[in-house]
């Protein structure tokens, strides 16, 4: 297995992404009025298919990265883990104890929970040893580029979801573009500004 560069990274991972949160808005609310347990099943199964791919992905990105990269990684890893098996233990009790009404539906919550809680450790964890975990070099496609894609992705999704009458599946994806959009505008302004004053630009 070749070594998987960061802007190879970036792009992947974009891509897993678009295609899970496509999957999500488009394809599994089908599920419900499929006709048929195996198409239902491929149908609630498909948003896996790109989840999966990105946690494989992960993994060749910690293989490859440096020992303090992997350190990152792994602290980050192991504070999602605490904290999810945490909020499960808390979840199961209060719904055992029925004070809180919970489904099997709030599984779907678990990975979200993993990537963002992952997200956040990890920026954290750069920043105690002083690296940026958003900046800009050679090899990798800058962050606001990145927000400005990704709100083009959602924007296309939106736009499909439009013409497939799901309305629901239109505003949610035009809600997390218009985050993207914002998010890109304020990185470009701010790598612009950081241009004009001839600082490093480090965002």
Not at 35 to 58: D, E, N
Request: with cysteine.
């Amino acid at each position: 297995m070749s070594r998987l560069t960061q802007k190879q990274y970036q792009r992947h991972a974009m891509l897993a992404g678009a295609a899970y949160i496509a999957a999500m808005l488009l394809v599994w609310p089908l599920a419900r009025t499929a006709v048929g347990l195996p198409l239902k099943v491929v149908l609630a199964m498909l948003p896996l298919l790109p989840m999966f791919y990105l946690i494989g992905l992960l993994a060749w990105r910690i293989r490859d990265s440096d020992e303090l990269e992997q350190r990152m990684h792994l602290v980050a890893l192991g504070v999602t883990g605490a904290v999810v098996a945490a909020s499960s233990m808390v979840g199961g009790f209060l719904a055992a104890a029925k004070i809180v009404p919970l489904d099997g539906s709030i599984l779907i919550m678990v990975f979200p929970l993993m990537a963002s809680c992952y997200g956040v450790t990890r920026w954290w964890v750069a920043r105690r040893y002083g690296v940026s975990v958003t900046c800009d070099d050679a090899g990798s496609v800058p962050v606001y580029l990145r927000f400005l894609l990704m709100a083009l992705v959602m924007g296309l999704v939106a736009l499909f979801a439009h013409y497939r009458q799901n309305d629901e599946g239109m505003g949610t994806a035009l809600g997390v573009a218009a985050v993207f959009a914002v998010a890109g505008v304020v990185f470009g302004v701010r790598r612009w500004l950081s241009s004009r004053q001839g600082a490093p630009d480090d965002q």
